[in-house]
């Protein structure tokens, strides 16, 4: 199977724009998760999308915020950047388990690099 | 609320040492513990769960609840484990992330 595929894979935006990114999870699966990687603050939970809907969200301003589509496929979208924002967006999808609720692995994409000027 | 902590930022060794990679953990419920591994240019992935009890490349993990603690140890470090490790703890429907820890190994 293909792994998790991420577009794009490289982004420069300016202060003030808003920013669409998008995440193709392994075919099957049907949860998307959303993290943001910094060197400051490491890897930090964003939200989680599961059949359309958003499931968990993490402690982020409402700028950021995401969907899911009934292919699976999720974007999250961060409006007004900052210098902030800058940095690797991962998303991960994991196979469905008992009742769309499982603890099973989570598969990462390679992620994409935000630099924000 | 749930926390990881990963008091090294950088553990250095040499090839044929033991590694011990420290994991502490903060959760209320029954944690799911997870190591993830990202070598250099390549995409987290996952190294063992705590639930598989498996030996993945040599590294093993125990969740010590008493001491709520899941520490990844390897007997004899080899200079291809070196990369970035993060612990991870699964609950409320999200996976929390230790800071993580580079481990960087010596021939």
């Known amino acids: 199977k293909a792994g998790v595929t991420q577009t794009p894979r490289y982004l420069i935006k300016t202060r003030g724009q808003q920013v669409t990114l998008s995440c193709s999870p392994i075919?099957?699966?049907?949860?998307v998760s959303w993290y943001q990687q910094t060197p400051g603050q490491g890897l930090q939970f964003l939200f989680e999308?599961?059949?359309?809907?958003?499931?968990n969200k993490g402690n982020f301003p409402g700028r950021f915020s995401g969907r899911q589509f009934s292919n699976s496929r999720s974007e999250m979208n961060v409006s007004t950047l900052e210098l902030g924002d800058s940095a690797l967006y991962l998303c991960a999808s994991r196979p469905p388990g008992l009742a769309g609720l499982s603890t099973d692995t989570q598969y990462f994409g390679p992620g994409t690099r935000l630099t924000v000027l | 609320a749930q926390r990881v902590t990963q008091p090294e930022k950088l553990l250095s060794v040499f090839k044929g040492a033991p590694v011990e990679l420290k994991c502490n953990y903060s959760y209320s419920g029954s944690p799911e513990l997870f190591w993830y591994v990202q070598y250099s240019r390549q995409r987290l992935q996952l190294l063992l769960r705590?639930?598989s009890r498996e030996s993945i490349k040599g590294f093993t993990a125990d969740l010590n609840k008493g001491e709520t603690s899941f520490h990844l140890k390897k007997p004899f470090a080899q200079e291809e484990d070196s990369a970035m490790y993060y612990c991870a703890l699964y609950g409320y429907n999200k996976l929390i992330f230790g800071a993580g820890t580079r481990l960087a190994v010596h021939p």
């Open positions: 705590h639930i």
């Open positions: 999308y599961f059949s359309e809907t958003q499931r």
């Open positions: 075919s099957g699966h049907r949860s």
